[in-house]
């Protein structure tokens, strides 16, 4: 899609004052906690792109209260299992030796989208020190809830998931679905049956570049949009459909969807081969 395309197809004018309108009728205010997953090409044209969606959400929530975005780093991961692209055999010993040890401030998102690399940017946003599953966040709790990841529990209770659980955070998914929902991973992690992978990242660990390996939660997110579809019909007073831009909104409280995908995920266990 071009500009020009993206322009033809935005039907009123957009800017920080608009979003901040809308954020306050989908009852976003101060001192919220919210994590977003957002898709800005679902929002329309807007005067100042992702950083005027940062701006709008900033000024909305204040540092009163805390923004919380995945910031995930899939290149720094054990290359056998990349399938988009898939690399060759024969690289994954060097992409191992050679991959840059995670570094908060300068690994690359993967797959999150121009907003959460806006935010990424900010000087004030702090970034959990996880070199695959990381968490950034601003604001009044962004320094704790940012201060512990263990490794091995990247999605569970002593992850930054595992923090938002019992403080009120709400969701908002800004034109995606369930599927981009990463707090259902707190989900799988929270059932009993459950099952986990080897994994691999380059690490700093005394100062000292190290290819690290550990074992993490095997997670399935495309399960999720069930899930959600599941959690919507159960629950019809439990979430708040809106418009940011010219996106379809979803605002969510974390716990209660949390909750219910635990008790979903135990009735709808995944058939075994």
Request: contains cysteine; hydrophobic residues 40%; negative net charge.
């Amino acid at each position: 899609m071009s500009e020009f395309d993206l322009v033809q197809e935005t039907t009123s004018f957009q800017s920080v004052e608009t979003l901040k309108q809308q954020l306050q009728t989908l009852g976003i205010k101060a001192g919220d906690a919210i994590m977003v997953h957002s898709s800005i090409k679902s929002m329309g044209w807007i005067a100042g792109g992702a950083k005027a969606v940062i701006d709008a959400l900033m000024e909305t929530i204040t540092e009163k209260g805390t923004i919380i975005m995945p910031a995930q780093s899939a290149e720094n991961s054990e290359p056998s299992y990349w399938m988009l692209p898939p690399v060759p055999k024969e690289w994954h010993a060097p992409i191992r030796e050679h991959t840059p040890a995670y570094d908060p401030h300068l690994t690359p998102l993967r797959g999150m989208g121009k907003i959460a690399e806006c935010f990424h940017r900010h000087p004030k946003t702090i970034r959990s020190y996880h070199p695959v599953h990381s968490f950034m966040a601003w604001g009044k709790d962004a320094e704790k809830w940012m201060m512990e990841h263990p490794l091995e529990d990247s999605f569970g209770m002593t992850s930054p998931l595992g923090s938002f659980l019992n403080e009120n955070v709400k969701i908002l998914l800004i034109g995606v679905g369930y599927d981009s929902c990463t707090a259902l991973h707190l989900s799988e992690n929270l059932i009993e049956k459950k099952t986990y992978m080897n994994q691999g990242a380059a690490m700093l660990v005394d100062g000292e570049r190290q290819w690290i390996e550990y074992q993490t939660l095997d997670v399935d997110s495309d399960r999720f949009p069930d899930l959600g579809e599941a959690f919507e019909k159960e629950h019809p007073d439990a979430y708040h459909v809106g418009k940011l831009g010219q996106a379809d909104c979803r605002i969510i409280q974390m716990k209660q969807l949390v909750d219910f995908g635990v008790e979903w995920l135990k009735a709808n266990p995944v058939e075994e081969d």
